[in-house]
């Protein structure tokens, strides 16, 4: 079956940085674009970066560019992110995403 597991969360003072990663099984990961959710308490959960099947162009929500980069192995079959500059406002359950498939999110704290 689709799995999606997210780990790399944790604890970080603000202007810390942390990856997230994302081990993808059960389906034909080269084959789908990637993407990744966060969701803050009280707050609906909304995209935050997607890059495609190939890795070749990526995208990012304006709250997160320059600072977040995302990116992909496709041997692996992990999906990774990069979190630069972490702001208080970072704080969330970050998922990660492909299609219909959801991880059960790791925890970001950004906090001093």
């Known amino acids: 079956q689709v799995q999606l597991v997210e780990s790399g969360g944790g604890l970080v003072q603000p202007g810390g940085s942390l990856r997230l990663s994302c081990a993808a099984s059960?389906?034909?990961?080269?084959?789908?674009?990637m993407r990744w959710y966060r969701q803050a308490p009280g707050k609906e959960r909304e995209w935050v970066a997607r890059i495609t099947n190939s890795g070749g162009s990526t995208s990012y929500a304006d709250s997160v560019k320059g600072r977040f980069t995302i990116s992909r192995d496709n041997v692996k079959n992990m999906v990774y992110l990069q979190m630069n500059s972490l702001k208080p406002e970072d704080t969330a359950v970050y998922y990660c995403?492909?299609?219909?498939?959801w991880g059960q999110g790791t925890q970001v704290t950004v906090s001093s």
């Open positions: 059960g389906f034909t990961f080269a084959r789908y674009a």
């Open positions: 995403n492909a299609d219909r498939y």
